[in-house]
């Protein structure tokens, strides 16, 4: 169903069960769900959060303002985004970590025509650094590099199945939705993603599928169009 898209992870989900640091089973088990769907012949390209490192938003209050705060949490990213190449190479997958801001030679400065080149020959681009500037969340990020891109889906892979009334993990009568439209989500006050990277995706547009990526298998489905997790569309 989905020749190239964004796959976004949290960086929680890099963390494992603990949520935090890079944890060696799921950066792993990750790298080879990604390289059998390119392998496939499906073209990825992945923004990685730093939730598992440092989220900019937790500095506040403790000695770091929100500009610096969400440096930090860009350079989070960064780290994400060298580790999951680096195992994605492991599995025999090209790789190239792109940085909104110059950080040669750490990683080459994003411009879209080489990250598409990088897709196109068949390996993944890792996108870091979210847009280069704060007060922008790495969904932001996602839905804009999708959008440059070409992407036919934006991909959220998060620790639960789809989209909710309320967290599935606090609320047992929380309702799972299939289906629903962006504004569905504003409207409803839906915490999937934040309102730019909506009124991106809407604006493009590009259908969202959130969808729970630990399960085995569940990205490869997603691709070939599997009704798995929560479609957004306009």
Known sequence: MYKRVLLKLSGESLGGPAGKGIDEESLRRFAKEIAAAVKAGYQIAIVNGGGNIFRGIQGLGKGYDRV???RMGMLATVINSLALASALRSEGIAAEVFTATPME???KGYVRESAVKVLSEG?????????GNPFFSTDSGAALRALETGA???LKGTRVDGVYTADPEKDPDARKYDELTFHECLVNHLKVMDQTAFALCEQG???LVVFDVNEPGALLRVLKGEKIGTLVHI
Do not use: C, Q, S, W
Request: no cysteine.
């Open 123 to 131: 390996g993944v681009a890792l996108i870091a650094g979210g847009t």
């Open 205 to 207: 547009p590009i259908p």
């Open 68 to 70: 610096t705060g969400d």
């Open 152 to 154: 036919d889906a934006l």
């Open 105 to 107: 030679p750490i990683a």
